[in-house]
């Protein structure tokens, strides 16, 4: 209800109150004085207001629960009722009384109004229509019956229904009429010819609103209703399209009535100017209202925004904000004020979002440093209103956009923690749903996805109804909800999404995309069946679909997925034919080098590969293309061919990425293939060792390659420098990459190469003893390491096993001498019988294997252990059934041994 209606529904309210004192003074006199007393209390808690409301609640239900029977009980439930009322416990008002109703008795019409009353307030304006037009039919002679017949219909008009509004107050025999006919005058009446006037106008009925408007204007009207019926009369002229007369008209707006209808006035005039464009005299109009402080905050406040309005709609963005810095000068503490510091924050924030999109890499050191500031000034503004003005209602906003602010800047934890706040500040809306469609954006750049999905999934379930969110974010929220949902795996939260897209926005921009992002991500977890699915789908709905060539490229993908390559090469040979000039052209080119790659089609793979870095050498996948070549050379053994592939990945695509590594060491290792250890070294190897970007494991990889390399230097050579650099490599490995799984292995590589030089120089006794201890130190090194694995810990015992037995070559006696050599036979055993040797999950190697079986079985032999022999070479058939030809002479030879010994 209407200011008008307020004051004079409290003037009424007194005059029942104090009828109902009367109505009450016969049972007043039969009360005991202790009841009448209690009751006398309450009432008058109830009648001082403010915080008494509460404490008279209670007061009267003690009273009703004290005296049950007490004849007053039917005015101690209509106080509490109204106690209630008056703390907006408007349900709980309603549930009282209408619990009660069958026992109001002289207050039933009273009781009916107060629930009329309570619906209206409670915003529930069909309920309120529905009771106040029960009391006007169930009780005629009622003293409030005047005021329900206008109330009906001042529901009616919040609820829009205008139709409704006409049809009550025109209908000749209806209530309002018959009032109208018998008391003109009443002010009830003159309230319900000013809402009929209303109702004409907002059903576009103005010749109507005009007689209806004019007809009041015979009757001596009291200022206040004047002024409503001149500010009617104006606004039906304006709407029926006679701006002038209106304006005309108005000039009675601004000199009569109170001053804050007297404001309202100036409003109007300025509303009139705006409607003919007139803008500039419009903003001077409603800068009178900024000059005269003592009119309603609320229009001074209305005035100021609509000057900012106006000035914006005109381009004068500096002017604008020129004048709310004025008004923040001028009135600091107006109550205003923190809504002027949201507008002039927004304001700037909105220049700087302009001065962005205009250049939109600020490469101008001049349109950087205004950027800055506004940005900055912007964020000064927002934070200024969330610490000065911390109980306004604006505080949520100034939040949301001092979110945005702190995004631009790139601050995003400052920036979630704004946007985050600003959901718990802000009302149910449009502003609140795109703070929390904001955090997830920002928990979705986390890699939070699981927090990005509840906050989009909220934007989608609670604000859904709000027009504007479902015409510019509902549909975002679901794609970012399909983006985030495959992100963190979770297909089922992806396809939701996307089906409700399919179903809201079936012509949006974004179900396509959505269903190929689908797709694609069912492919990625091992779905291809479903993925195919999707995207024939997509294929169905979309023919046309801009996105084809991408949708059937992924089919093709379903299909390398799932190993079919036959069908992945079928769908990319079509693929290529049909989109030649496609953009994504080098991708489904590669992917059908790899599919023919796989399908054992080497000699295909290697033509579209070696195509390929041809045709698309600028695109990222050349250099993996140009490293397959390599790897096709390399598994032929064409090294020379091999090593120049590798070449030409680390020559025409130098940057340094880990595919570059890799080419320059496999390069090396071609090198090394072909012949060349020494410029396997110069050229490759000791490039890497010696390049602080190296990947470490790669690095590790190529010092020992590099000590492989000398190694094979010192046989060529039979230079014993090499294998002492080789050792000093190795021990750089150990040192270096003490957790590399080539640590041990450098180890073990250490052991031969003390093994080779002992056998390099055999005279020196010390010097050889020596080699052979430091050979079993390391040997035993690798066997205890956790990092070995079993095929380097086989490598040690055999390793270990040669050393004991050239170690029995020097031994002194022949004690020690058969002592060493049974050591020697027990390490080759270690790994001949494995499972002891074994560690969870382990299997045994077959070259280790092989290895210390032919030891362990010649060793048996030397030792006259021939029948042992024989077990040992029968054992290794079985294990390693292509051997069993090879052995058999050694078994036979064995077994001649055997029967020497016995004869």
């Known amino acids: 209800m209407n200011r008008y209606f307020n004051s004079w529904l409290s003037r009424w309210w007194l005059m029942l109150a104090l009828g109902l004192m009367l109505l009450s003074g016969n049972s007043l006199q039969a009360a005991s004085e202790a009841e009448k007393r209690a009751f006398d209390a309450a009432y008058k808690i109830f009648k001082d207001g403010g915080l008494g409301y509460e404490r008279a609640e209670k007061d009267f239900a003690q009273f009703i629960k004290d005296y049950p029977s007490s004849e007053r009980h039917a005015d101690a439930i209509f106080w509490e009722a109204q106690a209630r009322f008056q703390q907006k416990k408007y349900a709980g008002a309603i549930e009282l009384l209408s619990a009660e109703q069958a026992h109001a008795g002289k207050l039933a019409d009273q009781y009916l109004y107060r629930i009329a009353e309570a619906h209206f307030y409670n915003t529930n304006y069909q309920s309120a229509a529905e009771t106040f037009a029960r009391l006007i039919k169930e009780y005629p002679a009622s003293a409030v019956r005047p005021k329900a017949i206008l109330d009906e219909s001042e529901a009616h008009a919040r609820l829009g229904d205008w139709a409704t509004v006409t049809n009550r107050l025109q209908q000749a025999e209806g209530a309002f009429q018959q009032m109208a006919k018998s008391n003109p005058t009443n002010e009830s009446v003159i309230q319900g010819f000013l809402l009929l006037g209303q109702a004409e106008l907002a059903l576009k009925d103005y010749h109507g609103a005009e007689q209806t408007v004019q007809e009041l204007a015979k009757l001596q009207l009291q200022p206040d209703l004047e002024w409503r019926r001149q500010h009617l009369l104006c606004r039906v002229k304006l709407e029926a399209g006679h701006p002038e007369e209106a304006m005309q008209n108005s000039t009675n707006l601004v000199v009569a009535g109170k001053m804050e209808q007297q404001a309202q006035g100036v409003i109007f005039q300025a509303q009139i100017l705006e409607r003919l464009n007139r803008l500039p005299e419009a903003v001077g109009v409603y800068e009178t209202n900024l000059v005269a402080k003592e009119w309603p905050v609320d229009l001074r406040r209305q005035a100021l925004f609509k000057v900012v309005d106006l000035t914006l ?177 979770n297909p089922a939260v992806a396809t939701n999404a996307m089906s409700q897209i399919l179903k809201s926005f079936p012509n949006s921009l974004l179900a396509d995309p959505s269903m190929l992002l689908v797709g694609q991500g069912l492919n990625f977890q091992e779905s291809s069946a479903k993925a195919r699915e999707v995207f024939s789908g997509l294929l169905a709905r979309s023919p046309e679909s801009p996105l084809l060539p991408e949708v059937k490229l992924a089919i ?18 079509i693929w290529v034919m049909s989109y030649a ?323």
């Open 556 to 573: 093709a993908r379903t299909y390398e997925k799932e190993g079919n390559w036959p069908a992945a090469i079928t769908n990319y040979d």
């Open 313 to 489: 709609k005109q381009g004068n963005t500096d002017l604008a904000a020129q004048k709310l810095e004025d008004f923040l000068t001028k009135y600091p503490t107006e109550k205003t004020s923190d809504l002027a510091v949201l507008t002039l924050g927004e304001i700037q924030l909105r220049q700087y979002y302009k001065l962005l999109e205009n250049n939109s890499k600020l490469e101008n050191p001049l349109t950087l440093a205004t950027a800055t500031n506004l940005l900055q000034r912007a964020e000064g503004r927002f934070n200024a209103l969330i610490t000065t003005y911390t109980n306004s209602e604006y505080v949520g906003k100034a939040q949301l956009n001092l979110g945005w602010c702190l995004w631009s800047e790139g601050k995003i934890p400052e920036s979630q923690a704004a946007f985050s706040n600003a959901v718990m500040k802000l009302p149910l809306g449009e502003d609140q749903a795109v703070a929390r469609f904001k955090l997830g954006d920002i928990q979705f750049q986390q890699k939070d996805y699981a927090g990005a999905v509840t906050n989009y999934n909220l934007v989608v379930s609670q604000y859904g109804a709000f027009a504007s969110v479902k015409e510019n974010l509902l549909e975002q929220a679901l794609y970012q909800t399909v983006r985030a949902g495959l992100e963190q795996t």
């Open 581 to 903: 000039s496609s953009p994504t052209m080098p991708q489904a080119e590669f992917s059908r080098a790899w599919a023919n790659f796989r399908a054992g089609r080497e000699t295909n793979a290697f033509s579209l590969f070696t195509n390929f870095v041809v045709k698309f050498q600028a695109n990222g996948l050349a250099p993996k293309a140009q490293y397959w070549i390599g790897d096709f050379h390399w598994q032929h053994e064409d090294f020379q061919n091999a090593e120049r592939s590798y070449q030409e990945v680390f020559q025409k695509w130098p940057t340094a990425t880990n595919l570059t590594y890799r080419a320059i060491m496999m390069a090396g290792r071609a090198a090394v293939g072909r012949g060349a250890p020494g410029e396997a070294i110069d050229f490759y190897f000791t490039k890497l060792t010696g390049d602080s970007n190296c990947p470490p494991n790669l690095a590790a990889e190529a010092l020992y390659a590099y000590g492989d390399a000398e190694i094979s230097l010192a046989s060529s050579k039979s230079s014993l420098t090499n294998i002492m650099e080789a050792i000093g490599i190795f021990e750089k490995i150990t040192n270096r990459y003490p957790t590399n799984v080539l640590a041990p292995l450098a180890l073990a590589r250490m052991g031969d190469c003390w093994l080779q030089l002992a056998a390099k120089d055999p005279t020196q006794y010390e010097s050889v003893t020596n080699a052979y201890v430091r050979a079993t130190n390391v040997y035993q090194r690798v066997i205890d390491s956790p990092l070995a694995d079993i095929a380097t810990r086989s490598m040690a015992e055999v390793g270990l096993g040669k050393v004991l037995e050239k170690m029995a070559g020097l031994a002194k006696t022949s004690d020690e001498q058969k002592q060493l050599f049974r050591d020697a036979l027990d390490r080759y055993s270690n790994v001949f019988y494995y499972e002891k040797n074994l560690r969870d999950g382990e299997k045994q190697d077959s070259f280790w294997l092989k290895e210390a079986g032919l030891n362990a079985g010649r060793l048996a032999e030397e030792l006259g252990q021939g029948e042992q022999a024989v077990n040992v070479y029968t054992r290794l058939g079985n294990e390693i059934p292509p051997l069993k030809q090879a052995l058999v002479k050694r078994i036979e030879k064995a077994r001649e041994n055997v029967a020497k010994e016995k004869n």
